[in-house]
């Protein structure tokens, strides 16, 4: 008889508005194959939980630390009767709020704890599933004794990358690969035996990491030369290969701009067209339509972005602008492709998108010269 392990999901006030819908998605995207594991989406924890940590919350400088954030999964046992019957029981705690260590996860064999707001920052549109993945490597972690000690890495955690559960990532722009990549390595399925875990139940977490892999979601396929691969619609909804893609609507509406441009721009001659970016956002802001006149504030808010500085190269205003299109194309878009579609430099200050023209179609509510 195979061991079975539930897990509760939780999420603090501040990570969503509508935090029922966002714990049971997430739970049912974990649940979508047939496995030993059940899990549950339970909402935000209330003030009763949070109790003495108020404060720490409220506050934008103080950081929780590890044992924080286990006891209050310690305070969510207590008050529910049916998750303290199963003390087995995983609890889950989803925040945005930073603990002491800066670690994304951690687990100390029964709860877990992740930050979600830096996954949300790499993977845009697609968190739900590096949220996922999150969760199944604390379980899994859990089940083989890895878990959280005082200022120490447990050794078995690979510090170098074998695209495994287990490897630690410390720099943020890895974890999205590792998402999209990791199985378990031999070496830690061994580990997994000798902690009394079958090769059934293994190939079961095989399963359960295949199904919530975040989607490489573009595949260009032979024989569809004709396609567009990239759509923005009569509304501002980015489409790429039919799959809906969210970027922010100011750094959008440059990258709606570049996309027009069939040669590289330099920063110092976007200033020419700092009206015409400022239409785009406001019919990105509003799905479309110019609600009012073209206003001060729209222009002002382009017009920050890209002459903050007088060196253009080294401005920080736009550096922001083109990392935020490009991490949101990153966790999208599959690695061989991704070149094509983010806003690069030549290495000095003009900015170009690569991707073929074809295979671009912009309603024409957002074409320039319009
Ligand atoms: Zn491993």
């Known amino acids: 008889m195979m061991k079975k392990y539930l897990t509760h999901i939780f999420c603090t006030p501040e990570v969503h508005e509508l935090p029922q819908a966002y714990t049971s998605e997430i739970a049912s995207l974990l649940d979508g194959v047939k496995s030993n594991h059940s899990f549950y989406g339970q909402g935000v924890i209330g003030e009763n939980i949070i109790g003495d940590k108020k404060d720490t919350f409220q506050s934008r400088y103080r950081k929780l630390s590890m044992n924080d954030c286990f006891e209050l999964c310690q305070r969510i046992r207590k008050t529910r009767k049916d998750i303290d019957e199963h003390p087995d029981s995983f609890v889950v705690i989803l925040t945005h709020k930073e603990n002491d260590l800066k670690w994304f996860s951690a687990t100390d064999g029964r709860n877990i704890y992740i930050n979600v707001k830096d996954l949300e920052l790499y993977s845009g549109n697609q968190t739900r599933y590096p949220i996922a993945f999150q969760i199944l490597e604390n379980i899994f972690q859990s089940i083989c004794g890895i878990i959280y000690k005082e200022n120490e890495i447990d050794e078995r955690i690979h510090k170098k990358s074998l695209q495994c559960i287990n490897d630690l990532c410390r720099q943020k722009s890895k974890i999205i690969s590792k998402l999209k990549t990791a199985s378990i390595c031999i070496q830690c399925k061994d580990l997994a035996r000798d902690n009394g ?174």
Do not use: C, W
Request: net charge neutral; glycine share 2%.
């Open 197 to 370: 875990i079958s090769n059934e139940e293994l190939e079961i977490f095989d399963t359960m990491l295949d199904s919530i892999k975040t989607p490489a979601i573009i595949k260009i396929k032979d024989g569809e030369e004709n396609k567009k691969v990239l759509v923005i619609d009569q509304s501002g909804q980015l489409q790429i290969n039919e799959h809906s893609v969210k970027i922010d609507p100011l750094p959008f509406s440059f990258y709606v701009f570049f996309l027009q441009k069939n040669s590289a721009v330099n920063l110092l001659d976007l200033k020419k067209y700092v009206n015409e970016i400022a239409l785009i956002y406001q019919k990105l802001k509003h799905k479309g339509e110019v609600r009012y006149k073209l206003s001060n504030p729209n222009i002002e808010k382009i017009r920050q972005k890209i002459t903050s500085s007088r060196e253009f190269i080294k401005n920080p205003e736009f550096s922001k602008i083109v990392s935020s299109i490009n991490a949101v194309l990153e966790s999208s878009i599959q690695p061989d492709l991704l070149n094509a579609f983010q806003l690069q430099s030549d290495g000095s200050s003009n900015y170009f998108i690569p991707i073929d023209k074809s295979l671009v179609k912009i309603d024409e509510n957002f074409l320039l010269n319009k």
